[in-house]
Structure formats: C-alpha cells, structure tokens
C-alpha cells in the first residue's frame, strides 16, 4: 500500500474511486431504461445488443461509462486492484437498490439477505484502509 | 435462462477479469521511472477491448433479463480478481481482504439468486 499517495482533493484516489461507482450507477440505470426501450429479440444480431445504439439514453450511458472509466485508470495508479475493486462492487448493492426505488424492480429477502453481505464484505475490506489513512 | 445465456455471461465475465488486470499493470507501468509508451498503450488497450467485448455482451443480455437479476453476476468477479490480482500482479492477498472478497461474492451470487 506504500503507492497510495495522501493525494488531496480532485487528486485523491479514493474521491476518484468513489466518482467512478456513482457513474458506473448512473450508466447501469440508464442502459437499462435505454436497452428496453429498444429491445428486439427477433433480430440475428440482438444477443450482441448492438441495437441498443439506438437508444440515446444507451448514448448518455457509453458518456457516464467513460467518465467512470478514466477516474478508474487513475485509480488504479495508485491503489491495488484487489482493494479498489472489491470496493468499487459496492455498486452492486446500489444497483438493486436504485432498481426497487426508481425502476420498481422488487427486492426479495433472499436479495436483502445478499445485499446484507456484501455491505459487511466491504467493511471487512475497508477497514485496514481506514486505518492507513488514520496514519496518513 | 437458457444456456446461451449462461455461456455469454461467463464470457463476458471472464473478458471483464482479463481487462481489468491489463488495465491494472498498464496503469503500473505509468509510475515507472523510464515509462515504455508501447507498453502502456498495448495493456491499456487490450484491456479497453476486453472490456468493450464484456460491454455489448452485457448490453444484448440487458434487452433479455432485469438488471437488477442480471448483473449481480458480475459479483463473481470480485474473487477472481482478487485472486487473479495475487497471482499475476504480486498484489498482497491477506487473510482479512479474501475474507471480505468472499463475502462480497457470496452477496452478489445472492443477490442474483433472487
């Protein structure tokens, strides 16, 4: 963990890696919206889901996927990948989340049960960072 | 769910490991004294088309599925990573990180269970 700089600021990783799980959250909902709207199971080509180009919410999703993708890059840089990405699944339990509150997606206790886990997977994970920084 | 459906999901899965690791020693190698620009630029980008592959795959499978069904499976990259990271970038896989990996997996496949 030596690599990880006390950056400050825009600069800091850990602001970066947090950037990139809300526009990773922000594009999932919106390919959603964007792929149903255009789904077409009939055409030879739907399983690559290239017909979804023709959504412009698929549009706006690919921008908030390279928003997401450069702040990564330079998370990356500075903090190992076997933290900064099981940090970064944190979109997982956000993800289903946001689907109940705004796509009403329902959410059942096995779901809930999961969500539980990987809440307390991340804590385990945080934690030691935490205190590196504590020490920063 | 049929098969093919299981066969594109772990492909995709799999093309989104691979990925991340080039990105990850591309973005290493950035931080050296004297930088190998063909490098940098041959991991970076194949790991933009590993992840560009797992992209539309996931893309054409959103048209099918619920996302919030769907892309929990992604969760299983967690444990790979972790692992893969260890065993092919040197990182440091402690006790207390897989343990927190493991849990954030589990979580996942959970959530994708449902």
């Known amino acids: 963990m030596n690599h990880v700089r006390s950056a400050s600021g825009f600069r800091n990783p850990w602001l970066q890696l947090a950037l990139s799980v809300a526009c990773v959250l922000v594009s999932e909902l919106l390919l959603k919206r964007g792929a149903s709207a255009?789904?077409?199971?009939?055409s030879a080509w739907s399983w690559t889901g290239i017909g979804g180009l023709a959504s412009p919410l698929v549009w706006l999703a690919i921008l908030f996927v390279i928003a997401s993708f450069l702040s990564w890059l330079y998370v990356l840089k500075y903090i190992p990948l076997s933290i900064a990405f099981p940090l970064s699944r944190v979109v997982d339990v956000l993800v289903p989340l946001c689907c109940w509150i705004l796509l009403g997606e329902?959410?059942?206790p096995r779901r809930w049960f999961g969500i539980g886990l990987v809440v307390i997977g991340l804590a385990i994970v945080a934690q030691p960072v935490a205190k590196l920084e504590e020490r920063l | 769910m049929t098969w093919?459906?299981?066969v594109l999901i772990f492909i995709s899965l799999i093309a989104f490991v691979i990925g991340q690791l080039l990105l990850k020693k591309g973005m290493e190698?950035?931080?050296n004294a004297v930088p190998s620009r063909r490098h940098i630029a041959l991991f970076i980008g194949g790991g933009i088309v590993?992840?560009?592959?797992?992209?539309?795959l996931t893309l054409g499978l959103l048209q099918r599925f619920d996302l919030s069904y769907l892309y929990p499976f992604q969760g299983l990259s967690?444990?790979?990573i972790a692992i893969t990271a260890a065993l092919t970038l040197r990182e440091k896989l402690t006790l207390q990180l897989t343990i927190g990996a493991?849990?954030?997996s589990a979580g996942i496949v959970l959530v994708s269970l449902s």
Do not use: D, Q
């Open chain 1, 106 to 108: 329902s959410i059942s």
């Open chain 2, 102 to 104: 493991l849990l954030i």
């Open chain 2, 4 to 6: 093919i459906s299981f």
């Open chain 2, 78 to 80: 967690v444990i790979l």
């Open chain 1, 38 to 42: 255009t789904a077409n199971p009939n």
């Open chain 2, 29 to 31: 190698l950035t931080s």
């Open chain 2, 50 to 56: 590993a992840m560009t592959i797992s992209f539309f």
